[in-house]
């Protein structure tokens, strides 16, 4: 009699081992191949996105789970993957149970951080699409100096690509025309309002004691009239 096929038996201590990682261990007899089960697909690939200078001190940061909660841990997890990547040419890394990819520009350091099992090529259009937006808007001086300037439009950039840990958009002209949008729709900015405090303070100048006395207005044309003209005599 032949004897029914059967899935191999797993290693002592690897249900445990399954269990803690996510999955669980099929029971005996059912038929079904013990180990880990296949991780559910979810919306929120994004753990973290910063931008660190030269020195591994942080600029930008947007961190989308609890992983780091505070920021001493965010800051020691930052100078970790600096350290690690600073001085290599790759661009991908494994650190920490994470896959986190990251390009370097002068004097700084953009990374993008998903979990361990993310699809680094999704990873890596958020990274593509960050750089290039942002190159855009600080017309291709992707440096710090430019950065600190234009810090505000650097956060629109960002949150227009993710949210949440989800990925909005990966299309570097798409996000320049909605930080575009949202900067037109936003009213005054601080340089609009800077330009305003201008316009105010040459209209209204005070003028000095030692002017002329201004004109009287008394007989003057209403608005839209023209002037009477008089003829020699």
């Known amino acids: 009699m032949q004897r029914p096929e059967a ?19 099929s029971p005996s ?9 296949l991780q559910e697909p979810s919306l929120y690939t994004i753990k973290a996105v910063f931008i660190l200078d ?12 609890d992983t780091f909660p505070s920021m001493k841990e965010q800051t020691v997890f930052e100078k ?18 994470m896959t986190i990819v990251y390009k370097s520009s002068i004097d700084l350091f953009l990374y993008v951080v998903g979990s361990s099992h993310e699809n680094e090529l999704m990873l890596m259009s958020v990274l593509t699409c960050l750089f290039d937006s942002l190159s855009h ?27 949440g ?11 320049i025309q909605k930080v575009n949008f949202r900067t037109d729709d936003s ?3 601080e340089q609009s309002v800077a330009q305003l ?12 004691a030692s002017a002329p006395p201004l004109a009287s207005t008394e007989g003057s044309p209403a608005p839209g009239q023209h002037p009477r003209s008089y003829s020699a005599t």
Do not use: C
Not at 7 to 22: C, I, V
Not at 29 to 37: A, I, M, Q
Not at 137 to 163: H, P, Q, S, T, Y
């Open 137 to 163: 808007v600080l017309r291709k001086n992707v440096e710090k100096r430019w950065l600190l300037e234009n810090m505000d439009g650097a956060f629109l950039v960002l949150d227009e690509i993710v949210d």
């Open 197 to 208: 405090q201008r316009q105010k303070k040459g209209v209204f100048r005070p003028r000095p």
């Open 80 to 97: 970790n993957v600096f350290n690690k990547t600073s001085r290599t040419e790759s661009e991908i890394a494994f650190f920490g149970g």
């Open 187 to 189: 009213g005054l900015t």
């Open 54 to 65: 030269n020195d591994g001190n942080r600029l930008l940061a947007k961190y989308y789970d």
């Open 7 to 25: 899935w191999p038996r797993p290693h002592p201590g690897e249900g445990a081992a399954a269990a803690q990682a996510g999955g669980l261990a």
């Open 29 to 37: 007899g059912v038929g079904e191949p013990s180990g880990p089960r």
């Open 165 to 175: 840990g989800v990925i909005l958009e990966s299309d570097p002209q798409q996000v």
